[in-house]
């Protein structure tokens, strides 16, 4: 993806509401550099199998090496797009597909390509609408580990806000 | 859904590979119940928003009191299947839907309603196949939290190792 249509606002303090966002705007987050520690940390508590917690069972496995469970992979995404993209109201995702193409590995950089999709106001609730959003969880050689295409609730902008609110 | 056809092996020792599972097969898992501040360092971890973060401005927000970033959601219910579903080989999540109908909040207990929907050997890895599980996540009044539709990797059972293995 090209950065040619960011959907980050122009002053810093700015929020985005449904009113500034359309199809094809595309957004870069931060990176996170994962290592073993923490892949075995968040594999103890959420997903222990053999394959996230140690080395030499991993290196036998489907795997062929220490892989972080999928659902850290999605927390970490989570985690860069909160930080990363200034959604008024926060980001609150309705669900949505997620598919992993590739293990996450210790010391893989983790960023998240986003690209809008959709944006549809809705017709019962003037004060909101959906987006829908594919985020590509690449690594630093920019293997795609994770695809996540998800909706979103989207605020619209108060009357009397300004677009630089 | 009904207990008529669980896919919990007969020993406590045993393995299930793809020739024990067929469609219609069902389990209940073990159940977690969590409290505030495991939804807030979850949060804090990897989904920093007010309303995953504190009670007032939760109350405040769309959700309306402090709710569990849906993440948390499935990485417990994650938890509760890798504890629930001794699938030999591990639980290896292709990919799926994910949605979350309602939020998870402070006291909910937690507990996954499995249901195997498609079973498929591979055709070019006599070794392995795929099934497709329907995961629903549930409080303790019923309301489904999350419904995860899901691919995941099974085994075939090996040559020479009999259905107690």
Same mark, same amino acid.
């Given at each position: 993806?090209? !950065?040619?249509?960011?959907?980050?606002? =122009?002053?810093?303090?700015?929020?985005?509401?449904?009113?500034?966002?359309? +199809?094809?705007?595309?957004?870069? *987050?931060?990176?996170? *550099?994962?290592?073993?520690?923490?892949?075995?940390?968040?594999?103890?508590?959420?997903? +222990?199998?053999?394959?996230?917690?140690?080395?030499?069972?991993?290196?036998?496995?489907?795997?062929?090496?220490?892989?972080?469970?999928?659902?850290? *992979?999605?927390?970490?995404?989570?985690?860069?797009?909160?930080?990363?993209?200034?959604?008024?109201?926060?980001?609150?995702?309705?669900?949505? !597909?997620?598919?992993?193409?590739?293990? =996450?590995? +210790?010391?893989?950089?983790?960023?998240?390509?986003?690209?809008?999709?959709?944006?549809? +106001?809705?017709?019962?609730?003037?004060?909101?609408?959906?987006? =829908?959003?594919?985020? !590509?969880?690449?690594?630093?050689?920019?293997?795609?580990?994770?695809?996540?295409? *998800?909706?979103?609730?989207?605020?619209?902008?108060?009357?009397?806000?300004?677009? !630089?609110?």
């Amino acid at each position: 993806m090209s !950065e040619t249509a960011p959907f980050t606002p =122009t002053t810093a303090t700015a929020k985005l509401y449904l009113d500034d966002l359309q +199809p094809g705007q595309r957004h870069v *987050t931060g990176s996170h *550099t994962l290592n073993a520690d923490e892949i075995k940390a968040f594999a103890a508590q959420f997903d +222990p199998q053999p394959f996230h917690l140690d080395e030499e069972a991993a290196g036998r496995s489907f795997f062929g090496g220490l892989a972080a469970s999928g659902w850290h *992979t999605a927390a970490i995404t989570m985690r860069l797009m909160v930080d990363g993209l200034p959604i008024a109201g926060g980001v609150i995702g309705a669900g949505g !597909e997620i598919t992993w193409p590739a293990p =996450t590995r +210790p010391g893989d950089t983790l960023q998240v390509h986003c690209e809008i999709l959709e944006v549809r +106001p809705s017709r019962s609730r003037p004060d909101r609408g959906m987006i =829908t959003m594919r985020s !590509e969880t690449r690594n630093q050689r920019g293997e795609v580990l994770q695809l996540l295409t *998800t909706k979103v609730v989207v605020f619209r902008r108060p009357p009397g806000e300004n677009a !630089e609110g």
